[in-house]
Nanobody, 114 residues
């Protein structure tokens, strides 16, 4: 059974930092492209960052220079380091493994207060 479990969300003041983790079981993350997505209330889910199996990364314009996606193959975990957080980053953050089949985590809430 494949599971992706996000953690690391919480409440932080604007300008602060959080690191989200996405730990996988049942699949080897290094074989997948991995994405972090977010969904704010009343808005569509959007891609925040992704990393290919080869290690190439892309970021949404709104988070470039502030967020960093990375992968630890030994821990079978993907991270999203979020710095200089803004109130508009408030959302539920999801990780996804993208391959022949897509797998999603349950999400973790990030709330940034002004």
């Amino acid at each position: 059974q494949v599971q992706l479990v996000e953690s690391g969300g919480g409440l932080v003041q604007a300008g602060g930092s959080l690191r989200l983790s996405c730990a996988a079981s049942g699949i080897i993350l290094s074989f997948y492209a991995m994405g972090w997505y977010r969904q704010a209330p009343g808005k569509q889910r959007e891609l925040v960052a992704d990393i290919t199996s080869g290690g190439s990364t892309t970021y949404a314009d709104s988070v470039k220079g502030r967020f960093t996606i990375s992968r630890d193959s030994a821990k079978n975990t993907v991270y999203l380091q979020m710095n200089s957080l803004k109130p508009e980053d408030t959302a539920v953050y999801y990780c996804a493994a993208e391959g022949p089949m897509d797998y999603w985590g349950q999400g973790t809430q990030v709330t940034v207060s002004s």
